[in-house]
């Protein structure tokens, strides 16, 4: 059963060769010995082996490159040919690198891998872009002027003459003509150019305006060029850096409305514990770490049952980390802090030996090392937005700390629960005598904190380290929010949480992080100095509670 | 207000009481007679440094647990004594006072942090015992009763750096480290070093971080725009523990790829790849003494044994435990050549004993109480572990104090009579230099 099933899985590998257009090419012969010298003499002759594969020019050495790439180019061996092998079960399936053809199978110890360096990445990506900008694909052609545009391969220069010739695509084309203004102008060919078309390639480069562009220019304004040359790339530098100084402001802005995003996330629980009830509870950072390792859990779940789903783990992870870390707290609640509400000290206390035990506990259960918690697809890479660079990670973190923190606003103002969550804290006899069940509503307001400490958790493990001492750096930067903005008011700590994110991210560049969080803090005790209650103190007979 | 002051004292010492039950629980029963040799195991096993120090605790006790099937030492059974200092410096003190005084252990292996070893150091030099440090540190140091197995800066620091200048044709560096004494000095050595080398002082970029840094969105952006200035950049990370989670996470995402601006780090390895996708730091580097993909029979048989013993197959191996190795190995064969754990038979016996280590090779200990090492260079590979791109023709040894530092240029150690001194000076030819 198994002979024939690797029979037929032969024949459709000779069936798929032989329909394909490379194998149908008759220079592929020519490469035989190009291909079979990448397995020899190490990494440099790897490296010599594939510079003159990609001077061939000929677009059959392109899936071969593509297999030394992604590691799946092996020798065999026992006579050292060059072949293609992918894992299956225990042992190799080896196949041929040009023709395709398969050779049968491998056990591990009878195939060496070709390894490849930083070097022989970047000579990879070069030769794939020189050999792929003839490629019918336009998004292949884009990435291939990319490649040539990073390695300015002079021998790509007549290929990609005749590229540019025939690209319909602007955005192609574009990223075309700026590979070949890069080649120009630190290329050999510069000094027989004329003052205009060297005019013309720095005003290429400066209309692409990132600092790849800018990383050219400084080379060529630095180099040995002639004096046009020099000049008008200086030029084109200090207009560039103009540019990118005012998106670099923007740029920090951002990061400042994204560190301040995930402040804002951690402190939102403790707005509520501390905030909303006073207590003191140091064991807030441990919330939030059982939110990150409920996270864990739901994706090692999905990881063994459902990989396919995997992007969709987090959004399992939400409630999962909300219900977890919110009966968690109701539990604290019951058993430890309800004994000691109005005694600040003691719940101080009594949580940072909570905090204490819990991370303990997770070592134990879980171990002292960090677990890896994947990001989905939709939450990694990033994106340009104009000069910005923003990252989808933090995107949607920015995009659910706004969601929580709306929700818990509409939770509080707009729901029973919140009512008589309102109403405890304001005076709580009264709300006895009108018929809430003070204590219920205490430790569902603590779940309730908590719940929130876990979703942040959520959001964490996409950023930080998912490992025991995980609460631990947040815990003074929550109390800190929770204080500045004002005890007891919600809009306080989210505009604390953006002021200080942002004034953090506008100091780092010129004090660094170690001082800037030390300014940060200045301006936090002056501050309190000046209003002991904070940006949005609480007025009237409920700040008496 | 007195009431309050008296319950939050008792609160606290409550609280202190909790934790020490905690903490004994952790201690393994001392009560054996003196039919055994015991070792002292100080690493913290819970805390910041937990993440790190867990494993070493692990791999001595499987050591020791090999030895003693080995038929022991001297016809004497090893017994491990195992405390938790919890990554808390003045506690490092008090256990290792402990482990001398009371469990009257023969040798400690132990310590992570430099300031935990210097918080220890006067201990052992005062109860003159033995300590085993196995991590890579900043040097310009050297006890008689500590014997230092992981690497000097010229062991695992600048033959990277020498790497990245001649390999990747490097021109620009960013130092970038956590701010505390290893960072700190380690890049006053490389910032001397690369000076050395015509490095002019405009392409050198020094930044530090809080320990914990969890914020990387702007010192990489940085970072990034200090590498578009047309020279090729590298970065020379000294960034410890949990910061290189998010550093490492915020590099993929913005999209620094190894072939621009390659990463080197000295305190990333195997055990700290475990908790990231390493899709995106394809290429980046580290510098050790020992990689986990090292192929050899030895290293083979160790890891074998390793997953063996911690009954999990996914457990890495590292550095640091390398050194553990190494060290124990060492102390083994001195006890045995001295024929007694007495520590200052020991203590001289040591100087010159070559046990192999696990990349293929014999590792010498030094005079100086260093030992010689290969310097590896690897690229973080997809699956987690590094692929071997260098490697030192002959073992490195330790160099204690800093040829490139002017304070520590003159100095050097050497433990064996008659000269006996930590810190030499042979201009002066006195014993007693700068430094400590």
Redo the contacts between chains.
Sequence with gaps: MRRALRWLMAVCVVVATSTAAYAADPRATDLRPLVQALGSGG?SGTEKALTQLSEAGDPAAVPVIEALQA?DLYVRKADGTVVVARKAGDAFTLTDPLTRAALGDAPAAAVEKI?I???L??AI?ASLGALTLMSPDAGVRRSAADAVF?SRDASALETLGAAIAKEQDKGVRAAMEQARAAILLTGEAASKMTDAEIQSATDTLTARGD??A?????????SGASDITKKSAAAAVSTLEQKLAFW?AL??LW?GL??GS?LLLAAIGLAVTFGVMGVINMAHGEMVMIGAYTTFLVQEFFRAHAPGLFDLSILVALPAAFLVSGGVGIVIERSVIRWLYGRP??TL??T??LS?AL??AV?SIF??????V??PSWM???FELGGL?I?Y??LWIVIFAFTVFAALLVALKRTWFGLSIRAVTQNRPMANAMGIRTARVDALTFGLGSGIAGLAGVALSQ???????LG??YILDSFMVVVFGGVGNLWGTLVGALTLGTM??FL??YA???LG?ILVLIFIILFIQRRPRGLFALKGRAVEA | MRTKQLTSSFGISALAGLAMGAMASFAMPAQAADDTIKVGILHSLSGTMAISETTLKDVMLMLIDEQNKKGGLLGKKLEPVVVDPASNWPLFAEKARELISKDKVSAVFGCWTSVSRKSVLPVFEELNNILFYPVQYEGEESSRNVFYTGAAPNQQAIPAVDYLMSKEKVQRWVLAGTDYVYPRTTNKILEAYLKSKGVKPEDIMINYTPFGHSDWQSIVADIKKFGSAGKKTAVVSTINGDANVPFYKELGNQGVKAQDIPVVAFSVGEEELAGIDTKPLLGHLAAWNYFQSVETPANTDFIKAWKAYTKNDKRVTNDPMEAHYIGFNMWVKAVEAAGTTEQDKVIDAMVGVAVPNLTGGYSAMLPNHHITKPVLIGEVQENGQFDVVSKTSGLVPGDEWSDYLPDSKDLIADWRKPMSCGNFNVKTGKCGGKGS
């Design positions: 990494y590691g390894r360096n930083n070097s990445r970047r990506s990073k600092r790849d800018l990383v050219l220019l400084n080379m060529v304004a630095g670099a740029q920090n990061y994204s560190l995930v000290l003691e206390l009594a940072w030996g204490l991370q303990q070592r171990g002292p090392t960090n677990r890896e994947g990001a990694s890479g990033a660079t990252t990670g933090r950023i930080d380290n998912v490992s025991p001492n631990q750096g953090n991210k780092e560049p660094g992080a170690v969080k």
